[in-house]
Every structure is written in C-alpha cells, then in structure tokens.
C-alpha cells in the first residue's frame, strides 16, 4: 500500500499529505499513531510525548459530555486550560452536550479539542474538515490556524482540500497512488500567519499544478 | 390505567375459576391474600422471603460477574471463544434439574452446592448475551483509546462497559426471573427453609392456599425490585441516548 515513504519534520512544522483518494494516506497516519502494526520500516518520534489526533468521525464517546470526552484523555488538565480551550473554539455553551446533541461541525470542534488538551508532541489531522459545507470548514480552518500558531504544534495533515493545505501548512508531501510515494515536497516558504488571501490563491494554483504536472490522470 | 385494569381483569377471572372448579383446586384471591397476611404476621413470611431472596442476589451476581467477564473475554478473542462455545453448548442445554442434582450430589445437601448450582444455571445465558455485545463493540473507539493512551481500566470503564450496557441489562433483567425459579427448586430438593421449602412442604399437604400466598408474595417482592432498582439504573445508564438530538 506505502512504499519508501521516507520525511522527518521539524518541531513546530506543520507537514500535510496531498494525494489521490485511497493511495493510503490515512494508513500511513494509522502506522504512526501505532493503530497499524502490520509494516516494514520505523517511526520515530524525538520525545515520545503525547499524541494528538483527529480522526475523520469525530470519535467522541457518545455516553459521555463534552467536558468529560475532553478531560477523560487529560486528566491534569486544569479547570482553566479547559475553559479557554473550549472558549476558543467556541464550545463553552456546549460542555454539558453529550455528542449526540451536536451537528457534525461541533462534534468535529470537540474532537479537535481533545486533541489539543493533551498537549500534543504530535498533532495527526486525518482531513479534520471533510463533509462540512465550505464557509463553517473556513471558519473552522481559521480556528484551528489560530490554535497552532499559539501552540506551535508538529502536525501531520491529511487532505484533500488544496485551499486549507496551502493555509496550514508549511511544506506539502504529494503522494502517487498505490503503492503510495512521496512523488514531491513543496516547501511553502511564506510564514503561514503572513499570508496574504492573494498568496494563498497563488499557492493553491502552484501545488494544483505541481499535482497536474506529476500525475496528469488524478486531476478531477 | 390500561395495566390496572388488565389487573382487576385477572383476579375476576381467578375468583370466577375458583367458583368453578371449587376451593380445594383454587382458592379465591381473598382466601390467598388472608393467609398472606396470617403469615406475614407471624414472620414466617419474612424469614422465608429473606433467605430465599439472599440466595436469588448471591448466585445472581456470582452469574453476572462471572458470565460477563467470561462473555467479554469470547467476544473479544477468537481463540477463547473457539474453546468456550463447546463448554456452552453443553451448559446451555443441561435440563437445570440435572445441574441441582449433581451439584447436591457431589457437594453434598450445603448451601454452597445450592447456590452454585443455581449460578451455574444462569451463567451460559449471561455469556451468550454478553458475548454478542462484545462482538458488537465499536472498533473506532478503542482506536481512539489506544491513540490518547487510555489506561486499561480507564477503557474499560468509560468506553467498553457504556457499549456493553444494555447488554448486561438485558442479561440482568432475565436473569433475575430466571435465578429466582431456580432458587425454588434448590430449596424444595435440598435446603430446609426459603419459599421452596414452603411450597414442597405445601404441596405434601396440597395445601393450594399456602402454594399460592407465597408464590404471590415472592412475585411482588421481585416485582418490586424490579420497578425501584432495575429500571432506574437502566435509566440512568441510557440517558445520554433519550436527549439525543
């Protein structure tokens, strides 16, 4: 399914994986996080802290509150850090919800939450914003931008959403279809907070074509 | 109201066949109710309820913890249930008579022996229905457990034990009804007291009256178990689902 997938991030970078639907970006994500053992290779983390992920289904316990699916995984988290957390993706009015209660969009705001409370070594987004309609994904791409500027948070991103790769991301992986291969990195150079909306339509278009010009047939 | 009514509709229909087929066979619901009363004011009543009742919640929960923690552990791994299920069948379809018997037989006429056999009785059903919630539970939540580093107690309780919920009710409710027929055949072949005893030495005498004022008295209690232990928990445990948007 993967073959000779070979990268290493920096700390603090944000990283996302570009590639044709079913060329194994979420398995490699699930190698990663330890959920899929059946591989050839290694992973390594510096210091194996905390891991954060996202999955594409929320995953949220549905017997439990908001509140308590976020402190269940983070315990020490204090009374203040969770409040400002919930604050800035704007889940206070909805601690006492259970996940049955919420649309999709809160439900993935709260998986998002999670992620962050456990003070994450490394962030794993398995296309955190798919099947949302396009302007609560944007609001949604802002918040989460926001959250990692503040945190400074390694990040693996996967999508298909070239928009959001060229907003978060500091370098973007192309990957072939089966066995996937990283056919190319493209560095995005321009620091992710000065961005102008004019360069993010620049570098949607120059990854778009770095994709056509690498494998033409994948291009909808 | 439906139920009262239903209830008024069933002791007219009692009092109507005893006319018909005489006291001796039937006695009427007043006749019944008076020697539960005769009964409960001596204490007798109590006592036998008591101890039938301690050996219904004692071989109970033995079932419970033990078909649950066998049940999960099947429906968990291949090879525990491939060398399980043939123990099952068998167990499922021992008559429990056969069970009481050889229990009382190789560990003598003890309430130890009593009590097991009655749990061993429950014990395959409680497994079954465990089972298939642990064949049921949902995969992506323990992913999402193994990602976040959830201790193994932490998954337990907060991820497995919420899915396998209303399969343990489910094994509890039938179980209780289950247990406590159970239980009155240990007594009546061998302990000398609870309702069993009661009633076998009632059935020597054919008293059908006293049959009857105990078998209505135990139903009540079980009844009302029922309605003031079961089905709050059970509420409790599904609230997150009634509120569900």
Request: charged letters at 20%; one cysteine or more; a positive charge.
């Given at each position: ?30 190698i990663i996080a330890g959920l899929d053992e059946d591989f050839e290779g290694e992973v390594q983390r510096r ?60 439900a993935r705001r709260v998986s998002l939450a999670r992620a962050l409370a456990v003070k994450p070594d490394l ?56 066995p996937a291969r990283i056919i190319v990195a493209i560095p995005l150079t321009t620091p992710r907070d000065a ?26 | ?245």
């Amino acid at each position: 399914m993967l073959h000779d997938i070979a990268f290493a991030l920096e700390r603090g970078e944000v990283a996302a994986f570009v590639g044709p639907s079913g060329c194994g970006k979420t398995t490699m994500l699930r190698i990663i996080a330890g959920l899929d053992e059946d591989f050839e290779g290694e992973v390594q983390r510096r210091n194996s802290g905390a891991l954060g992920m996202v999955f594409q289904e929320p995953r949220l316990l549905p017997w439990r509150t908001v509140e308590q699916n976020v402190r269940l995984v983070a315990p020490e988290l204090t009374d203040e850090t969770l409040a400002s957390l919930l604050s800035e993706l704007e889940l206070d009015a909805h601690r006492k919800h259970f996940p049955g209660e919420l649309s999709l969009g809160l439900a993935r705001r709260v998986s998002l939450a999670r992620a962050l409370a456990v003070k994450p070594d490394l962030l794993l987004l398995d296309e955190p914003f798919v099947s949302l309609d396009q302007a609560l994904a944007a609001r949604l791409r802002n918040q989460l931008s926001g959250l990692m500027r503040t945190r400074a948070l390694t990040t693996l991103l996967v999508s298909h959403d070239l928009e959001e790769v060229a907003r978060l991301a500091d370098r973007v992986f192309l990957l072939s279809p089966r066995p996937a291969r990283i056919i190319v990195a493209i560095p995005l150079t321009t620091p992710r907070d000065a961005r102008s909306d004019r360069e993010i339509v620049t570098m949607t278009a120059e990854v778009a074509k770095q994709i056509a010009e690498f494998a033409p047939p994948l291009i909808p | 109201m439906v139920r009262f009514v239903s209830l008024i509709l069933f002791l007219v229909v009692w009092w109507l066949a005893s006319l018909f087929v005489g006291p001796q066979m039937l006695p009427g619901p007043e006749k019944v109710l008076a020697v539960v009363v005769a009964q409960a004011r001596t204490g007798e009543l109590f006592f036998q309820i008591g101890v039938t009742l301690a050996r219904v919640f004692v071989a109970f929960a033995l079932a419970m913890v033990a078909g649950t923690a066998l049940g999960f552990i099947m429906g968990r791994r291949k090879l525990a249930d491939s060398l399980g299920d043939p123990w099952l069948i068998v167990l499922l379809n021992l008559p429990a008579l056969v069970i009481i018997v050889l229990a009382f037989i190789w560990g003598g006429l003890t309430e130890v022996a009593g009590v097991l056999a009655v749990a061993i009785n429950k014990l395959p059903n409680t497994i079954v229905t465990v089972r298939e919630g642990a064949r049921a539970l949902d995969p992506r939540l323990d992913e999402m457990a193994k990602v976040f580093g959830l201790a193994p107690w932490k998954t337990l309780r907060h991820v497995i034990l919420p899915q396998l919920a209303p399969y343990i009710a489910a094994a509890a409710r039938s179980g209780l009804s289950l247990v406590w027929k159970i239980v009155l055949i240990v007594e009546l072949l061998g302990r000398p007291n609870g309702v069993g005893f009661e009633i076998g030495t009632a059935f020597q005498l054919f008293d059908v009256t006293r049959i009857l004022a105990y078998a209505l008295a135990f139903v009540v209690v079980i009844l009302a178990i029922e309605t003031v232990v079961v089905q709050p928990i059970e509420r409790r445990a599904s609230r997150w689902r009634t509120k569900a948007a």
